[in-house]
């Protein structure tokens, strides 16, 4: 039994984590697989002779989402292409939002007369007339909507429903409902009233939506920069003391009961116990703690503080993943992915949300 963490791109809603988990418990030899949508994350325990990676990759990728193996020297575990195709997904997402958002004020500031019943002098009628705002529309529904048609596709593919199911339906009846009045506007037109259009309800739902999704990507963004600033506070080489000969070396290299040098003004590189030699400890970067801390012979030394006034020596007694900065970064991957408990029952209601909603639609159509 094995056990790998995928990296995943593309999903934008509880319903695409729940089908990338369904798409991995399918695979032939997987165990047990837990996806995780905030992280972008799937914890996969499978049976190395029966399923490889490229095999779990195949299925995310048949499901319609992208999966890379985690990276081992990146704090985030993941590979430089990951990396591109996320920033190049933020850019192109902010792209949207300001281009929807723009064009929705300006059908939202011309349908105001027409949906307050009021003349306001600074807003000219013609702002709302049907044929500009179909124009206006059109960039919106078509461009900056692509990428919910393009997953609610994906979804149709696989027999579900996501929520960018419910985005297209809605926002494509009021656009299409729109044109066919436009269009041929006698069967809807009522004595001594115009047509309604909806244009500006198709366009809004979509730009809020959009803008959403990159808060979202904002948050993860940030998210990230904490764990890497994190990482970044420890250092990458540590003078140790091995058969009476000091010498620079990678972190990595350092081993349980080797014994360390810190000079003043250095930061200590890994966790453990002083064992020659008296300072004061800035340890305010992992405990909080203002005021330096006095440290003797016998007293703890926590990796990533930085020592400031005199020489020490510590024998070391946890590194890599066992660290304390290790833990911290490790807690704060695992509070960006914790659910909270009503977020695990709208996780499972999503499953029914989707087509409840549909059906409720067809019933008020029939």
Same mark, same amino acid.
């Given at each position: 039994?094995?056990?790998?963490?995928?990296?995943?791109?593309?999903?934008?809603?509880?319903?695409?984590?729940?089908?990338?988990?369904?798409?991995?418990?399918?695979?032939?030899?997987?165990?047990?697989?837990?996806?995780?949508?905030?992280?972008?994350?799937?914890?996969?325990?499978?049976?190395?002779?029966?399923?490889?990676?490229?095999?779990?990759?195949?299925?995310?990728?048949?499901?319609?989402?992208?999966?890379?193996?985690?990276?081992?020297?990146?704090?985030?575990?993941?590979?430089?292409?990951?990396?591109?195709?996320? +920033?190049?997904? /933020?850019? %192109?997402? #902010? *792209?949207?939002?300001?281009?929807?958002? !723009?064009?929705?004020?300006?059908?939202? @500031?011309?349908?105001?007369?027409?949906?307050?019943?009021?003349?306001?002098?600074?807003?000219?009628?013609?702002?709302?007339?049907?044929?500009?705002?179909?124009?206006?529309?059109?960039?919106?529904?078509?461009?900056?909507?692509?990428?919910?048609?393009?997953?609610?596709?994906?979804?149709?593919?696989?027999?579900?429903?996501?929520?960018?199911?419910?985005?297209?339906?809605?926002?494509?009846?009021?656009?299409?409902?729109?044109?066919?009045?436009?269009?041929?506007?006698?069967?809807?037109?009522?004595?001594?009233?115009?047509?309604?259009?909806?244009?500006?309800?198709?366009?809004?739902?979509?730009?809020?939506?959009?803008?959403?999704?990159?808060?979202?990507?904002?948050?993860?963004?940030?998210?990230?920069?904490?764990?890497?600033?994190?990482?970044?506070? +420890?250092?990458? /080489?540590? %003078?140790? #003391? *091995?058969?009476?000969?000091?010498?620079? !070396?990678?972190?990595?290299?350092?081993? @349980?009961?080797?014994?360390?040098?810190?000079?003043?003004?250095?930061?200590?590189?890994?966790?453990?116990?002083?064992?020659?030699?008296?300072?004061?400890?800035?340890?305010?970067?992992?405990?909080?703690?203002?005021?330096?801390?006095?440290?003797?012979?016998?007293?703890?030394?926590?990796?990533?503080?930085?020592?400031?006034?005199?020489?020490?020596?510590?024998?070391?007694?946890?590194?890599?993943?066992?660290?304390?900065?290790?833990?911290?970064?490790?807690?704060?991957?695992?509070?960006?992915?914790?659910?909270?408990?009503?977020?695990?029952?709208?996780?499972?209601?999503?499953?029914?949300?989707?087509?409840?909603?549909?059906?409720?639609?067809?019933?008020?159509?029939?």
């Amino acid at each position: 039994m094995a056990q790998t963490i995928l990296t995943l791109q593309g999903m934008s809603c509880a319903a695409c984590a729940s089908a990338v988990e369904n798409a991995l418990k399918q695979v032939q030899g997987v165990d047990s697989c837990t996806v995780n949508f905030g992280a972008e994350q799937a914890q996969v325990h499978y049976r190395d002779d029966q399923a490889s990676i490229t095999d779990l990759q195949t299925a995310v990728a048949d499901a319609g989402y992208h999966a890379y193996p985690m990276v081992a020297n990146d704090p985030l575990g993941k590979s430089p292409e990951a990396k591109a195709q996320q +920033q190049a997904e /933020t850019q %192109r997402l #902010r *792209r949207r939002v300001w281009v929807s958002g !723009m064009i929705s004020l300006i059908l939202v @500031v011309g349908s105001i007369p027409m949906m307050t019943g009021l003349t306001i002098p600074i807003i000219p009628m013609w702002l709302h007339h049907p044929v500009l705002q179909w124009i206006l529309t059109t960039p919106i529904q078509l461009w900056a909507g692509y990428p919910f048609y393009i997953n609610a596709w994906k979804a149709l593919k696989r027999r579900t429903a996501t929520m960018d199911t419910l985005i297209v339906l809605g926002t494509t009846a009021a656009y299409v409902y729109s044109v066919v009045v436009v269009l041929w506007p006698a069967p809807f037109t009522e004595p001594g009233a115009m047509p309604a259009v909806y244009f500006e309800s198709a366009a809004v739902v979509i730009t809020l939506i959009l803008l959403g999704r990159w808060f979202e990507h904002r948050a993860k963004g940030h998210t990230a920069d904490a764990i890497r600033k994190l990482v970044g506070l +420890q250092p990458r /080489t540590a %003078r140790v #003391r *091995r058969d009476g000969v000091d010498q620079d !070396m990678p972190i990595a290299a350092v081993q @349980v009961d080797d014994i360390v040098l810190i000079r003043p003004g250095e930061t200590i590189p890994v966790d453990g116990e002083v064992i020659a030699g008296a300072s004061t400890v800035d340890e305010a970067m992992v405990t909080g703690e203002s005021v330096p801390v006095e440290k003797g012979v016998g007293d703890e030394a926590i990796g990533a503080t930085l020592n400031r006034t005199g020489s020490l020596q510590i024998r070391v007694t946890r590194v890599g993943q066992d660290t304390v900065l290790a833990q911290i970064i490790r807690l704060v991957q695992e509070a960006q992915g914790e659910k909270e408990p009503i977020q695990r029952v709208a996780d499972q209601d999503t499953q029914w949300f989707v087509p409840a909603l549909l059906t409720i639609a067809l019933i008020t159509a029939i």
